[in-house]
């Protein structure tokens, strides 16, 4: 079953830190789940090494396994996402159910796997990171608004914002929820004159 993107337009949600730089798309999805060519059940894998003990059982110092921190909303630090071009890293992140992705940094190849799968990568400055992490420190209920149309983010506790960028084509696709094939399909009839113009 071909899941379709869902609209992003604001996302209001407490937040998972992971204040770790320089994570990977191997650290993200280890290889070993790489063999899987459709998206279903791959939040399961998301930082398998980091979340789970070799007998399976999981590990109590990682954040994803400490219910004191909820939401889908990921922050993480530096460098997001480097490594190879696994696409399947942001079928995991979605998978899981984060919609948005907070960083001072992605990787280029990692920031255009997310969007392509429905998921938000929005980079902050260094300070405004470090911002967010104290107040999700010092109160793990901290929540973040994420708005599309504006291309905000706000901190909630200090009612601090950032503008971020994003590419329009892909902001479009985002507000509507449409992949690059579905906008392809929305502009059928733009298409059709155009030809009808060409010959």
């Known amino acids: 079953m071909i899941l379709k993107m869902e609209k992003f337009i604001t996302l209001t949600s407490t937040v998972v830190p992971l204040p770790i730089e320089n994570v990977d798309t191997d650290q993200i999805i280890p290889a070993r789940f790489l063999k899987a060519t459709d998206k279903n059940g791959f939040g399961n894998n998301l930082f398998a090494d980091w979340r789970y003990n070799k007998d399976g059982s999981p590990k109590a110092d990682f954040v994803l396994n400490n219910t004191q921190y909820s939401g889908s909303i990921l922050v993480a630090g530096k460098n997001f996402g480097s490594g190879s071009s696994r696409e399947h890293a942001a079928w995991a992140i979605d998978g899981y ?97 155009f030809e009808k113009k060409a010959h």
């Open 97 to 193: 159910g984060f919609k948005v992705v907070v960083s001072s940094f992605f990787a280029d190849i990692f920031q255009n796997n997310a969007l392509n799968n429905g998921v938000l990568p929005v980079v902050v400055s260094v300070e405004f990171l470090a911002e967010i992490f104290a107040s999700v420190n010092a109160d793990p209920t901290t929540t973040l608004t994420v708005e599309l149309e504006n291309q905000t983010v706000t901190n909630n506790t200090t009612g601090k914002l950032e503008i971020f960028a994003i590419n329009p084509y892909k902001k479009e696709c985002l507000l509507n929820g449409l992949d690059d094939i579905d906008y392809l399909l929305s502009k059928k009839d733009l298409i059709e004159e």
